[in-house]
């Protein structure tokens, strides 16, 4: 997937009904959440916070059309209890999430002008 197609920019302009302007302002405000949730996961954590923040994560994702990312969260929102390698399993979940993550950033970065550049390095 290249950057252009990381975020579904139909399904996004329906939700802001065409308005450039609220585009702008949703895709920066997920672009910084993203970076704040990001930071949190940990494959270390406990099982409640892992969850809650692959699901808080898996919404926000799925309302700008970031389906990649969503669905990486959804994934993650399973690797909770006597999982296998649970940890293991999370870092590399994990390390998925942080190279779709760039692609989605970088397309919220070439539809908002770049005034997003530098606010998150994942």
């Known amino acids: 997937m290249t950057a252009a197609s990381a975020i579904d920019f139909n399904h ?3 939700y802001v009904m065409g308005d450039d302007t609220l585009r702008d302002e ?4 997920f ?17 409640y916070s892992w969850k809650n923040t692959a699901h808080t994560l898996k919404g926000a994702a799925r ?15 399973t690797l909770t209890g006597d999982v296998g390698n649970k940890e293991k399993a999370r870092k590399m979940l994990l390390e998925a999430l942080k ?22 390095n994942v």
Request: net charge negative.
């Open 12 to 14: 996004l302009n329906k």
């Open 26 to 29: 949703v895709l920066s405000i």
């Open 31 to 47: 672009v910084e959440q993203l970076g704040m949730l990001l930071e949190k996961f940990d494959p270390a954590i406990d099982d």
């Open 63 to 77: 309302g700008v059309g970031a389906w990649d990312v969503g669905d990486l969260c959804q994934e993650a929102e």
């Open 99 to 120: 190279r779709k993550s760039k692609d989605v950033i970088e397309a919220a970065q070439n539809v908002v002008g770049g005034r997003e550049e530098g606010l998150i």
